[in-house]
């Protein structure tokens, strides 16, 4: 599985965007790039996933380059509950595991 | 529905004693994973079952370490023999085929 790079630490002030970017540049044809976020005391939450094209849910939106070599992922109003280590993960599509980094440490600050 | 569960929640062993984890998963879903977080790193993958079958367990660190699923559905992580290195969150998770992971709230373990 492809590594990814990022930040350790953002802030961000409540109510604007929070971008988080990941760099992936080992990153294969046939590798996803997924996202997760873990608040204290619980499990990881998964936040979207995607291939090549963009993707939009109800939580956030996923930019990947056209390269594929970065991504960003965009939380559009932050809020203090948006508080929390941001994962980004490539995984394979014929493996179901996935290789967690160190994430980036996102605080959102009144 | 209910998500993925785990007990207990919290569990603290004197070193040398032996403990099992429960991880009870999405009903359905036929991937189950176990993952390891020490403090402050992010979770590390133990052992992964599809059904009953354990295809991968590279990530178990020792032969105390040892899981089943029996009938595919819940697990058992066993630690034998605890020693202090062993203490840190053990997550569990499940998903369908390749779709997102779901992960529990995990157990903390703490040996003394």
């Known amino acids: 599985d492809a590594k990814t790079t990022q930040p350790p630490s953002m802030d961000c002030a409540e109510g604007r965007a929070a971008n988080l970017p990941c760099n992936h540049s080992t990153i294969s044809g046939n590798e996803y790039v997924y996202w997760y976020r873990q608040i204290h005391s619980q499990g990881p939450q998964y936040i979207i996933h995607?291939?090549?094209n963009n993707e939009t849910n109800e939580m956030a939106s996923l930019i990947i380059t056209e390269d594929r070599k970065s991504s960003t992922l965009i939380l559009p109003h932050a809020t203090l509950r948006d508080t929390a280590v941001y994962y980004c993960?490539?995984?394979?599509?014929?493996?179901?595991?996935?290789?967690f980094g160190q994430g980036t440490t996102l605080q959102v600050k009144p | 529905g209910a998500g993925v569960s785990q007990s207990p929640r919290y569990k603290v062993a004197k070193r040398g004693q032996d403990v099992a984890l429960r991880c009870d998963p999405i009903?359905?879903?036929?991937?189950l994973f176990w993952y390891q977080q020490a403090l402050g790193q992010g979770p590390e993958f133990l052992t992964y079952f599809q059904n009953e079958a354990q295809l991968d367990k590279s990530g178990l660190p020792s032969d105390r370490f040892f899981a089943e699923r029996p009938e595919g559905s819940v697990s058992t992580l066993k630690i034998q023999r605890t020693q202090q290195e062993d203490s840190a969150v053990y997550l569990c998770?499940?998903?369908?085929?390749?779709?997102?992971?779901?992960f529990g709230n995990g157990t903390r373990l703490t040996v003394t």
């Open positions: 993960i490539v995984r394979a599509s014929n493996t179901g595991k996935l290789i």
């Open positions: 995607g291939l090549k």
């Open positions: 009903s359905g879903h036929v991937s």
């Open positions: 998770a499940s998903s369908f085929s390749n779709s997102p992971l779901h």
